[in-house]
């Protein structure tokens, strides 16, 4: 049982997929913070942006997988 949890593993630490993306968001993120920080008539625009971000990656995680996109 041992052995396939750990090739499992193995596999799971070797899959640098996405990696890339989920940096350069986090550096997006942290550049936004530091933006919004020093300067505080950026922080609602950001804040949408963001917000918009996130509703975007929503609907992508949540579209079926597949197939076409799902029709709104």
């Given at each position: 049982m041992a052995h396939p949890i750990?090739?499992?593993l193995k596999h799971l630490f070797r899959d640098c997929r996405g990696q890339d993306f989920?940096?350069?968001s986090l550096l997006l993120g942290?550049?936004?913070v530091?933006?919004?920080?020093?300067i505080p008539p950026l922080a609602e625009p950001i804040g949408e942006i963001f917000s918009k971000a996130h509703?975007?990656?929503t609907r992508a995680a949540n579209r079926p997988t597949?197939?076409?996109?799902?029709e709104n």
């Amino acid at each position: 049982m041992a052995h396939p949890i750990r090739r499992f593993l193995k596999h799971l630490f070797r899959d640098c997929r996405g990696q890339d993306f989920v940096e350069y968001s986090l550096l997006l993120g942290f550049i936004a913070v530091a933006a919004a920080a020093t300067i505080p008539p950026l922080a609602e625009p950001i804040g949408e942006i963001f917000s918009k971000a996130h509703s975007i990656t929503t609907r992508a995680a949540n579209r079926p997988t597949g197939g076409a996109p799902a029709e709104n």
